[in-house]
Structure formats: structure tokens, C-alpha cells
């Protein structure tokens, strides 16, 4: 075997294992996140920046929407799975919004 060969097959090792060094930690770094989004505090609608967003925990009862099914579950800010109840959101780091509540930010997804 020359040493042109050792050189590519020792390349290709490496590459292998970066490769699969990369899909692992990008597994690992995501089960955190889904972990952390179902353990964050529910955003009060008293908390200053929810009631300056007259942020609302029933979007049925809030007043300004654009149209009935305006809601945080279809909302580009919301980041939760629209079947739960609550979820993260971009505008109130750290909180978890109610799904199926409302606030002037709302934006819809497209």
C-alpha cells in the first residue's frame, strides 16, 4: 500500500467519525431543548411585557384579533407543537404561552 492510499484511507476515517460526531451532538443538543420547552413557567397575562402585548391566556375573549382563529398555535412567534397546551415563545423568552391564547403581536404563519 503506498502512502498515498494511507493517507486517504486515514482521511476518510476521520471524516466518518467527524461526521458522526456532528449527528450526535446535534441529537444530544436538541433532546435538552424539548426537554426545557415543557418545563417552563406559564407566562402570567399580569407580567409587564404580556400585558403591554395584551397577552391573554383565552384568545376567544381577546379583543383587536384580526380574525376568530387567530390564536398563539398559528402564530410565527410560537414555537410549541399546536396540540399542547402551552409552548414557547419568541416574544416572552423563558415563558411558555397558553396555545390557544392571543396577543397583539400576533403574527400569522404563512
Known amino acids: ?3 498515498h492510499d494511507t493517507n486517504n484511507e486515514g482521511r476518510r476515517r476521520f471524516l466518518k ?12 443538543g436538541t433532546l435538552p ?8 413557567p406559564h407566562l402570567s397575562p399580569s407580567d409587564p411585557t404580556a ?3 395584551k397577552y391573554t391566556e383565552d384568545g ?22 399546536a396540540a399542547a397546551a402551552w409552548g414557547p415563545c419568541q416574544l416572552f423568552p423563558g415563558k411558555a404561552v397558553a ?6 403581536s400576533h403574527a400569522v404563519m404563512i
Open 51 to 53: 400585558a403591554a402585548l
Open 60 to 81: 376567544s375573549k381577546a379583543q383587536g384579533k384580526k380574525t376568530a382563529s387567530d390564536a398563539c398555535m398559528n402564530c410565527n412567534f410560537y414555537q410549541g407543537k
Open 99 to 104: 396555545s390557544k391564547g392571543w396577543c397583539i
Open 33 to 40: 431543548r424539548l426537554a426545557r420547552a415543557q418545563d417552563l
Open 1 to 3: 500500500m503506498s502512502e
Open 17 to 28: 467519525v467527524a461526521a458522526g460526531g456532528v449527528a450526535v451532538a446535534t441529537v444530544l
